[in-house]
């Protein structure tokens, strides 16, 4: 079984950057295409960035210039960079991996993490 664990989150200022970690387990890593989604409070979870086996990204418009989505196949671990957060950043972030290329709706997705919090202060 798939498992897959968030962390990196926590309280910053608005401004800073936070680099989150999503470590995989359970079957090879490097087969495996990632996203990263978001949820704030009240809202639907919505996609923010994708990595494919073969090291391409995508990004959500809304983020794009801002956050950095890689992976490092040794240790099993897809990393998401988010500079120059926002307060409307505030969400929990989660990372999901899924065996097609690469995808970017949530719905092709096959396992998830639980999440890691990011709350951005004014």
């Known amino acids: 079984q798939v498992q897959l664990v968030e962390s990196g989150g926590g309280l910053v200022q608005a401004g800073g950057s936070l680099r989150l970690s999503c470590l995989v387990s359970g079957r090879t890593f490097s087969i495996y295409a990632m996203g990263w989604f978001r949820r704030a409070p009240g809202k639907e979870r919505e996609f923010v960035a994708a990595?494919?086996?073969?090291?391409?990204?995508f990004y959500s418009e809304s983020l794009k210039g801002r956050c950095t989505i890689s992976r490092d196949n040794a240790k099993n671990t897809v990393y998401l960079s988010i500079n120059s957060l926002k307060p409307e950043d505030t969400a929990v972030y989660s990372c999901?991996?899924?065996?097609?290329?690469?995808?970017?709706?949530?719905?092709?997705?096959?396992?998830w993490g639980q999440g890691t919090q990011v709350t951005v202060s004014s």
């Open positions: 990595i494919s086996r073969s090291d391409g990204t």
């Open positions: 999901a991996v899924t065996q097609r290329q690469y995808a970017l709706d949530l719905s092709r997705y096959d396992y």
